[in-house]
């Protein structure tokens, strides 16, 4: 089955610096690769997707590039504020499951 | 319109009594997931229902658990004789089909004491 690496598992910024959580996957078939914010106690929710057919994909201050062939995918925040402090998952789907495989998690802290 | 429900939000119990808890998806959402989230690890996949039957239940940990959607909305996961090990916040997702992106419940934190 799919295999999800994250990293790092904690991430500590100063406001306003830019702030990179890189994962990794092991099924080449998986095209479907969504990021999930969870703050403390609350749900994870989802803040940007990405499928196989692109590269790139940009949200105001959150992007997540793809790279097919080395098999791993980054979320990139610019501008960080106090308010991004949370946990951030990666996840992993085929095409024709239904399942993502998920990270273990990076907790982000943005330092005001 | 509202999201994903669950309850109880927390749950205590005592080691070997049985417990239920309880998912509302999104309205007309079909597919309808399990995860079980232990702390500090990302959510791992219980049980997928599209409709009212059980399509993946292979994440299930033993038989101790058992999920139900009779009706096709309305969830809810059943764990007889809990044990210490169950502790964890379960979380229910649910989507428009099944290769659509999944819409996360605020979890029930169940605690065997």
């Known amino acids: 089955g799919e295999n999800v690496e994250q990293h790092p598992s904690t991430l500590s910024v100063q406001e306003g610096d830019s702030a990179v959580i890189k994962c990794t996957y092991s099924d080449s078939a998986s095209n479907y690769f969504p990021w999930y914010k969870q703050e403390l106690g609350k749900r994870p929710q989802l803040i940007i997707d990405?499928?196989?057919?692109?590269g790139e994909k940009k949200d105001q201050r959150i992007a997540v590039t793809l790279n097919k062939t080395a098999k791993h995918f980054s979320l990139h925040i610019t501008e960080t504020q106090p308010e991004d402090s949370a946990v951030y998952f990666c996840a992993a789907k085929t095409g024709g499951s239904y399942i993502p495989t998920f990270g273990r998690g990076t907790s982000l802290i943005v330092h005001p | 319109g509202a999201g994903v429900s669950q309850t109880p939000s927390n749950k205590v119990t005592e080691k070997g009594k049985y417990v239920e808890l309880r998912c509302d998806p999104i309205s007309g959402h079909t597919a309808l997931y399990w995860y079980r989230q232990s702390l500090g690890q990302g959510p791992e996949f219980l049980i997928y229902?599209?409709?009212?039957?059980?399509?993946?239940d292979s994440g299930l940990p033993n038989d101790r658990f058992f999920a139900v959607r009779p009706e096709g909305s309305v969830s809810t996961l059943k764990i007889q004789r809990t044990e210490r090990g169950d502790s964890a916040v379960y979380l229910c997702?649910?989507?428009?089909?099944?290769?659509?992106?999944?819409?996360f419940g605020p979890g029930t934190r169940l605690l065997v004491l």
């Open positions: 990405i499928r196989s057919n692109v």
């Open positions: 229902f599209q409709g009212t039957g059980a399509a993946d």
């Open positions: 997702a649910s989507s428009l089909g099944a290769e659509e992106t999944q819409y």
